[in-house]
């Protein structure tokens, strides 16, 4: 009867390490196609407008390069009573996972959740390095009906 109980729980054990496993994360995913109720808006809108309906999400998806250690990080929070975020991924494509490349996508999503404008300022840059290690900057001027 004793050496059923270690046995019980060395199953349980490694039970729960495998489903731990297969939860974790597995570097950036590939990208999904973006829902109709999603506009996406890229590196080529920068200094651009985009008008949304009220329910509608903002995909803003820019290049980054993860081992240089640098990111994506809002200058300024939005008005969030027109536009609230909604978290952010890095994510791969098909073509940049087969050819081993470095470089992702940092995805920033958004809900328009009230008429109005705001602009949307991101700057690429390394976390908690201020102004000095900013490398390029993002801006965006939303407005949603």
């Not at 974790?24 to 949304?52: E, F, H, I, Y």
């Not at 809002?74 to 994510?91: A, F, N, Y």
């Not at 992702?104 to 809900?111: A, D, N, V």
């Amino acid at each position: 009867m004793h050496r059923q109980i270690p046995s019980m729980f060395i199953a349980i054990g490694l039970l729960v390490f495998a489903g731990a496993c297969q939860s974790g994360s597995k570097g950036p995913q590939p990208v999904p196609a973006a829902g109709r109720d999603t506009v996406t808006v890229t590196m080529t809108q920068n200094g651009g407008q985009v008008r949304l309906s009220r329910g509608q999400t903002l995909l803003v998806q820019l290049p980054e390069s993860t081992p240089r250690g640098l990111t994506w990080e809002m200058e300024s929070m939005p008005d969030q009573s027109v536009l609230m975020p909604d978290g952010q991924r890095h994510v791969r494509s098909e073509e940049q996972a087969q050819y081993g490349s470095l470089l992702t996508s940092q995805e920033l999503r958004f809900q328009a959740v009230g008429a109005g404008s705001t602009t949307l300022s991101l700057a690429y840059d390394r976390p908690g390095g201020g102004e000095a290690t900013v490398e390029s900057r993002f801006t965006l001027d939303v407005v949603v009906d």
